[in-house]
């Protein structure tokens, strides 16, 4: 693709430096014995998992996350190195590729952890047993003492450590606060158990983002697992945070001005005329839509955008490929001129945008579409 066309009609700007500056702030909460295990599933939360990933190697990071053997083939083809865990389920009859890209695999709960001692393969899978504390979605059950020590015992695999997941770390209330230090307890004293029985547990870890903002680790795990934070936003703006970090946003979301006209009062703009001028305005178009990501479900929610430092308002229906947006009281405003839809000068944060969609920026952000072009900025010279 010609690189002309990077900045052509919307693109995501990611600014590595930032990205830097989160693993740091991150690493300052964590016990220095913890380590980061990076999330770049949904291509990095749409930061682009290859770019990133290469650049958390060269700071030094050797852990990464993914959701599918897919992403993890597609790192290791990237020449990404370290170990790159599988948090989702891969079909026995692909473990093979499992092995063969030397990735590492989540046993999903306790039929998977005993079927895939049956598959015949070239070396040892690597295998961690997910432990279910109580999100009731994957894992082998925190109180299956016995059979986990079991598959410990296994010849067959090659089990690398242990992890459980919080469902509701993020909240303040005082019921949910009380169910987190539940689902820690149940793990901590299934690792403790096998421990005092002589095991080798491994490496164990529970906390993503907000496990890490919320609930201490004491040095007791051997990593976190940051996915959000790492990417410098909060999943929304009413999520708890106990421990205040200093996060920088890594993506910027940017399009064109393509098109400014003059409407009278009481014409409409967009499909199903759902935007109407009370008085003569100004209003431009702008080269960004729902098919790259940017919510449909914004349309008409008072939503702002910046254009040459001042905010103006998205009007009506956002389109498949385009929307509009209230120039009026901008000046000098021309075609070609770059609107922001999330990042700053002024702010306009990923976590408005999502509240405004009804959703939290994970979702967002991960779903910023394909036909986005990916702009890295700020790459520090030395690295
Ligand atoms: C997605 C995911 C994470 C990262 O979650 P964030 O809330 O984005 O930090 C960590 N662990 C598991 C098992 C996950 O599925």
């Not at 919510?295 to 929610?301: A, F, G, L, T, V």
Request: hydrophobic fraction near 35%.
């Amino acid at each position: 693709m010609p690189s002309s066309l990077a900045k052509e009609r919307a693109w995501i700007e990611v600014n590595l430096a930032h990205l830097e500056d989160n693993v740091h702030a991150i690493q300052k909460v964590i016990s220095p014995s913890t380590k980061i295990m990076a999330v770049v599933k949904a291509d990095a939360y749409g930061h682009g998992s290859i770019e990133v990933s290469k650049y958390l190697n060269r700071l030094g990071i050797e852990d990464f996350a993914v959701a599918t053997l897919e992403e993890g083939i597609l790192l290791r083809e990237n020449h990404i190195k370290g170990n790159i865990l599988i948090l989702g389920y891969t079909s026995p009859q692909n473990l093979r590729l499992v092995v063969e890209y030397d990735l590492i695999q989540t046993a999903v709960d306790k039929e998977y952890a005993t079927r895939i001692l049956h598959v015949p393969l070239k070396r040892k899978l690597k295998v961690y047993l997910k432990i279910n504390t109580g999100m009731n979605r994957l894992g082998i059950s925190y109180d299956d003492v016995d059979f986990i020590k079991e598959i410990y015992k296994k010849q067959e695999i090659d089990v690398v450590g242990m992890y459980s997941h919080f469902c509701v770390a993020d909240s303040k209330e005082k019921e949910n606060i009380e169910f987190s230090n539940l689902q820690q307890t149940r793990f901590n004293t299934l690792v403790k158990t096998l421990k005092t029985s002589g095991y080798n547990v491994g490496k164990v870890h529970m906390q993503s983002s907000y496990g890490i903002l919320n609930y201490n680790e004491n040095g007791s795990y051997d990593y976190v697992r940051p996915g959000i934070i790492l990417y410098g936003v909060h999943s929304d703006t009413n999520a708890y945070v106990k421990r205040q970090i200093d996060l920088k946003p890594v993506l910027s979301l940017k399009a064109k001005i393509t098109s400014i006209k003059e409407i009278e009062a009481g014409e409409t703009v967009s499909y199903g005329r759902t935007y109407q001028a009370s008085k003569q305005e100004k209003i431009a178009s702008v080269s960004i839509g729902y098919a790259d990501g940017y919510p449909r479900e914004i349309s008409n929610k008072g939503a702002k955008v910046v254009v040459n430092n001042q905010y103006a308002e998205i009007i009506g229906r956002i389109c498949m490929d385009q929307l509009v947006i209230n120039v009026t009281n901008i000046s000098e405003i021309k075609v070609g001129d770059i609107v922001t839809l999330i990042g700053n000068t002024p702010f306009i944060t990923a976590e408005e945008v999502a509240e405004k969609a009804g959703s939290i920026t994970n979702e967002l952000l991960c779903r910023l579409g394909t036909r986005l072009h990916k702009v890295y900025i700020n790459k520090r010279e030395e690295l």
